[in-house]
């Protein structure tokens, strides 16, 4: 009886042995390894992220994003004779997708060349992409690579003023906030008929309307990062004279935590728009990226890879460094603020305005990549605050999420110390903590 238990656990244990043998040699035929790429989709492609200016004598940033699964990358950059350093090839396990390099024109014109950037991936597939730029003269404003586009003129937010011997200034008699609203009342002795507008302290315009007694909707949430309350500045024309006063509001308080990073909409409601890329800049939802204090020493923002549902896209002219200020530049700025004033930066890089694409991420979402590289900046840890905002705006109906991505075969969202070989990864990316969604009807 022993003897055939035995004899029945050895054929048992040879089964398996047979089984486990056959298991191997299927999946060694079938190849298992990484999963294949869908079905038209390119094994590795590179998307060439130019600086928003080049001139000669200076340095400049250029990015390339890799979308693939087959890392690490060998990376390798031509740039046509129009960089002090024409050729660079790295590992991207050993250096970021990043690299500053001297341009060079010495000369008193604009000068044209083609960089161009091969991507190849661990099992040989190769992807390359190029992209003509321009330098700039040493000492000149930067010509703009495509043709400028003017913006779309809003009305005059301050009416003219015609001063009148003996006329009678107006009088505010109360300006408040409470329920989201301000209220503002104001009088003229002469009888004459008022306008009234106010701005928030970043400049951002809150309207302008007619009338003794008007209202302004507040957004609570502008501001959150402050700390402290929100000043509205107030001015009251009466077609003659104008008088100024203000009013302020404790913004919605949202704690930024320690080694966190932030993606706050400043609207949780907007209306769907036939294409988002043809929002004017200042008409869509704007969404500030923010930091808690920093783990580690913080003097460049390397990589942001922002993300939403399919339908959203990012809205030109609206990206601005630092605190929000109203500024609606195609990829510019209205002076270094914030953070980066902080850090006393003389002068910021980021992608041009046009460079901003959206790309395809997991779950039907996309992401927008975003970067800043100061110059001129110290480094500091512990830094805190608002990094940079821009506008999205949304194709279609529906709930629209905001969030990162952290990384897939290279870094998506890291920042940097002097040293630009370090990557420093924030611990929380979940943007779970705060208001992340807008409904789009």
Partial sequence: MNMRLGRGRGMTDMARLLCSLLLLVLLSACGASSPPPQQGVPLVEAIIVPPNTLRGGSEAVWRVNINGYNGPFIIHWDFGGGAVVNDHEFSEELSPNLLKVGMLNSSDAVKEYTVTVSVTDKVGETDTSSFRYRVDPPGEDPDPVDPPVDPPVDPPVDPPVDPEPGNHAPVIDSAVVSDGLLRVSASDEDGDDLTVT????????????????????????????????MQLSIRVSDGHDITEGSASYTPEQITLAQDTLYAVPLAQNAAAVRDPRDVPAGHGVRVVVATGATRLPFQALAAIAVTCEDGSDYVPGSFDAGVPDGSSDAGGLSGIDGVWQELGATDLQFPADNAIIRRD??????????????????????LRGVLFSFELAFGAPGEYRIGFQPADTVSRTYYQDHDSANQFFWGD?????????????
């Avoid at 106010?198 to 959150?224: I, Y």
């Avoid at 208001?435 to 789009?440: A, G, L, M, R």
């Fill in 361 to 382: 991420y997991a779950g039907s979402r996309g992401a927008l990549d975003f970067f800043i590289i100061p110059e001129g900046a110290t480094e500091q840890q512990g």
């Fill in 198 to 229: 106010v701005r928030d302290e970043f400049g951002s315009a809150l309207g302008l309307k007619t009338g003794e007694e008007t209202e302004f909707p507040v957004n609570l949430l502008s501001g959150f990062w402050l700390q402290r309350d």
């Fill in 429 to 441: 990316v979940t943007n779970g903590t705060v208001p992340n969604t807008v409904s789009v009807e």
